[in-house]
């Protein structure tokens, strides 16, 4: 492994009435691929989004650390300006603030990317060329009124953009048709290569992985991480679905 | 206008709806003390008598109390099918016919810059004749005490008016509309964006009257409240016997910074017809949860989000002022709500500062 870009040790966490994670344990070095798999409702998205630091998820126990510091108590603002970036299953509709200026105040707000206006809108423009995006995004509010695949382009743009250390993509192959796919699959490898970002890739879906090399692949059910091995995991997991790790976690829990 | 006062005349429950609602909660009217100047001996220009049947949003009141102050009236005449490249500047006292088949943009630019000024006002009354095309920008972006701004409508057959006001400043803004779709398919689009902080008073009345058969109106006000502003919006979709055929929305999203704000919305649909559909549908509140933690998973802190949608105001006015001495309003209000820095990079990313005239000097 390389250097320990993320390092998550014994953490429980859940919400205020509601165990959902349980001593979860994981290391995604720098530049590596990780991918988390497991059917639905395992809490994979919760681990995504206590990484980033959601204040409605607690962390009860265990610790988050992140380019060699702590910040199981950093706010999310902080995690983000640190280099973590979460992209949403479902990226929220922000009415009343045009893309463009959305765009320009999270970039002027990392000083290793400030640069003037002009620069910005040259650097943008490229970017969407990349995803096939059109300009007139820029003038319209953010998320409002976009189907699901611009949606994700967008948040794409803001990956290429913001080239954050780590990149956790939750489910961002969800509801996508081929087209935008491949698309958001372009994305992704733009990323790698331009940025060479570390990935942790939150699917329950092989289809986003065929264009990825892919270092490690992690099962989560019930809150745990029951398996974790190389990318061939995933080859077994598309052919024999999650139901071995299932059974295998609850006879776990019987013993328990 | 902006005059020093020899008088003061007090402009009682003025920027009324049509229909109104119990006074006890005081959101019907606003009263208004206003300076007033002896014009005797003057020469005045006044405009032609059609003007004066132009129902404007502030009222009666207002419309004579400018009549009255104006040192002149100005008539702007847009011939038939002539599409009118150099916007129209609209003063304190206008009229303006756009003859059919016509294209012209308005300007209506309150007085801004230097000391602040005490009262200042604007009275435009417009006629799209039959398939007109208007667009009307109004922007309220000064440090003066009080602006009133009363602007009349009225739309032809075909006709097509959009307004876009903006109403950034600082002090007392009142601001009435009033559209007659008085044609057939006559259309109005309406987008309002303001902004009230500090101690600021906001007073808006929109009054549209749909008239004509399948005529539309879709109509959308929003806005950024803040300190100890207050705000009132009256919007009345009209829809008037014989009006068939016609549709009307209006929406409103408020979004309320501080405790200590003051909103009242009186959202009004009056109908007269039975084949008509009349929408109307507000959001108040602060920045949802959701879209707070999605902003500050980009990095921004709770107060760097908040202040986002204020830049986005200025942005979308800098972005639709089609004039040097509107951008030069818009930018001096942005700094000083936003900081030098910020207008700065406003101004930079729209390339304003590339395009000739005063703007391109503009200190910021």
New interface residues.
């Given amino acids: 492994m390389h250097d320990t870009l993320l390092r998550v040790s014994g953490i429980n966490a859940g919400t205020e009435d509601k165990p959902i994670l349980h001593d979860i344990d994981l290391a995604v070095g720098a530049g590596e691929t990780h991918v988390l798999m497991g059917p639905n409702g395992a809490g994979k998205s919760t681990l995504g989004r206590v990484i980033?630091g959601?204040?409605?998820y607690q962390v009860n126990s265990g610790t988050i650390e992140f380019g060699g510091e702590d910040i199981t108590d950093e706010?999310?603002?902080k995690r983000?300006?640190a280099g973590i970036?979460?992209s949403?299953q479902a990226?929220?509709?922000?009415?009343?603030?045009?893309l463009?200026?959305?765009l320009?105040?999270?970039t002027?707000?990392?000083p290793e990317l400030k640069m003037?206006?002009?620069k910005?809108?040259a650097r943008v423009g490229e970017i969407a060329d990349q995803l096939d995006m059109s300009g007139s995004f820029l003038?319209r509010e953010l998320n409002v009124g976009f189907s699901g695949g611009e949606k994700k382009k967008i948040e794409m743009l803001?990956l290429l953009l913001?080239r954050p250390k780590l990149a956790i993509l939750d489910e961002t192959d969800s509801g996508l048709d081929v087209d935008a796919l491949s698309v958001v699959s372009r994305g992704i490898e733009a990323y790698r290569a331009d940025c060479g970002g570390a990935l942790l890739v939150i699917t329950h879906n092989t289809r986003i992985l065929e264009r990825l090399s892919v270092d490690r692949t992690h099962v989560m059910v019930q809150g745990r991480l029951v398996a974790e091995g190389p990318a061939s995991l995933i080859d077994d997991i598309d052919a024999h679905g999650f139901e071995q790790f299932e059974r295998a976690n609850a006879s776990g829990g019987d013993r328990a | 206008m902006a005059e020093s006062a020899s008088g003061t005349l007090v402009l009682e429950r003025v920027n009324t709806p049509p229909a109104q609602t119990w006074n006890h909660l005081r959101a019907n009217d606003i009263t208004l003390t206003v300076p007033v100047v002896s014009r005797k001996g003057d020469v005045y220009f006044a405009l032609p008598r059609l003007f004066e049947s132009i129902e404007c949003g502030m009222g009666g009141a207002v419309t004579d109390w400018i009549e009255s102050q104006a040192s002149d009236a100005r008539y702007v005449e847009v011939r038939a099918g002539e599409k009118r490249e150099e916007p129209i500047i609209a003063e304190s006292d206008t009229g303006i016919m756009v003859r059919a088949g016509a294209e012209a943009t308005i300007v209506v630019c309150a007085p801004t810059g230097g000391p602040a000024q005490g009262t200042t006002a604007a009275l435009v009354r417009i006629i799209a004749e039959r398939g007109a095309q208007v667009h009307v920008l109004e922007f309220v972006c000064g440090d003066t005490e009080q602006h009133l701004e009363s602007v009349g409508i009225v739309a032809g057959e075909d006709a097509r008016v959009d307004v876009r006001q903006f109403f950034l400043g600082a002090g007392t803004t009142a601001a009435g509309l009033a559209v007659a779709l008085d044609g057939n398919r006559a259309r109005l689009d309406l987008s309002c964006r303001y902004l009230a902080r500090d101690n600021d008073v906001l007073d808006i009345n929109h009054v549209i009257r749909q008239r004509g058969r399948n005529t539309r109106c879709d109509v959308h006000e929003?806005g950024?409240l803040d300190g100890h502003a207050r705000k009132a919006l009256r919007a009345t979709i009209d829809l008037v016997h014989g009006s068939s055929g016609s549709e009307g929305a209006e929406l409103e999203?408020v979004?309320v910074l501080s405790d200590d704000v003051t909103n009242k919305t009186m959202p009004v649909i009056l109908c007269d017809e039975d084949d008509v559909a009349g929408n109307h549908g507000a959001s108040i509140g602060s920045v949802a949860p959701?879209?707070i933690?999605?902003?500050?998973?980009?990095?921004?802190?709770l107060e760097?989000a908040e202040q986002?949608?204020v830049?986005?105001l200025f942005?979308?006015a800098l972005?639709c002022a089609p004039t040097s001495e509107t951008r030069k309003a818009v930018l001096a209000r942005a700094t000083e709500i936003l900081g030098s820095e910020t207008a700065s990079?406003l101004v930079?990313?729209?390339?304003l500062a590339e395009k000739s005239g005063p703007f391109a000097t503009t200190e910021v």
């Fill in positions: 980033m959601d204040p409605a706010a999310a603002d983000s300006l970036f979460l949403y990226p929220v509709e922000v009415p009343g603030v045009p463009y200026s959305y320009r105040t999270i002027q707000k990392r003037t206006a002009r910005f809108r003038t803001q913001l | 929003s950024v999203n979004l959701e879209q933690q999605y902003l500050q998973d980009r990095g921004l802190t760097e986002l949608y830049r986005a942005d979308e972005i990079d930079e990313g729209l390339d």
